[in-house]
């Protein structure tokens, strides 16, 4: 082989090379650009974004709450939460009426449900001041729980503190929609009724503080709910991002 060939055959192997190498850096380039973007995708989110969304998802949920039962008919005209006349009335509401006390029975109805949306705007900080407190191991577990878990938390833990905080509130409320005057008149007439003293009735107060708790619990389930299931309801970026 000549000098001449030699150099041809170099020459064509060094452009060759270079050709197949230029060809394989460029493939790694994408592969690591595509890499790169895919990380980026899955890149989990911060324990401390996931907590930040989840009381704030709780805030949105405890706002719309409040505003959805501190108002006029808030309770009276929402089944779901209504507050019904005590369960051993009820039973005789049909002979209530017969009688003639079906006026008697529907205001003292209709003043439990107002006493019941006069007192709602006051757990408002009740319920807020609750979920401070929350530990990374309570927000992992609501996070990745069920559609109520952060509802359930907090019926679960602050019930209680829920029931004592609370009570003064309906107290007044009862006394400023006169509903310990309707209770007793309902039961005075339901007392005068044969066999009543085998059914006795439950305390008024403790009755509709029950039922006024229940309902903003129902309530506040269903706004966490739709946070979760719901683009929509995702009304902040925050809440956008980590309920994706």
């Known amino acids: 082989m000549t000098n001449f060939i030699k150099v041809l055959v170099l020459v064509n192997l060094i452009f060759y090379s270079n050709k197949v190498y230029a060809g394989w850096m460029q493939d790694q380039f994408n592969n690591l650009k595509n890499t790169n973007v895919e990380s980026l995708k899955q890149t989990p989110l911060s324990q401390t974004k996931i907590g930040d ?50 006026k008697p029975v529907d205001d003292f109805v209709l003043s439990m449900n107002r006493a019941a949306e006069a007192a709602a705007p006051q757990a408002k900080d009740i319920f807020i001041n609750s979920i ?30 829920l029931q004592d905080a609370f009570l003064p509130f309906v107290k007044k409320s009862l006394a400023q929609y006169d509903v310990t005057a309707q209770y007793h008149d309902v039961v005075g007439k339901y007392r005068s009724l044969p066999f009543s003293n085998k059914m006795p009735v439950p305390d008024v107060e403790q009755y509709v503080l029950d039922k006024a708790l229940s309902g903003l619990f129902l309530i506040l389930g269903q706004e966490e709910t739709k946070i979760r299931t719901q683009p929509a309801a995702r009304v902040t970026s925050l809440l956008k991002e980590v309920f994706k």
């Open 53 to 102: 969304g989840l009381k704030e998802a709780l805030k949105v949920g405890i706002d719309n709450t409040v505003k959805f039962t501190g108002k006029t008919d808030g309770f009276f005209k929402n089944e779901a939460i209504k507050i019904p006349i005590p369960e051993k009335l009820q039973m005789l509401d049909k002979a209530l009426r017969a009688v003639g006390f079906g």
């Open 132 to 161: 401070v407190g929350m530990s990374f191991d309570d927000v992992m577990k609501i996070y990745n729980g069920g559609n109520t878990s952060a509802t359930e938390f907090l019926k679960e833990k602050t019930s209680k503190q």
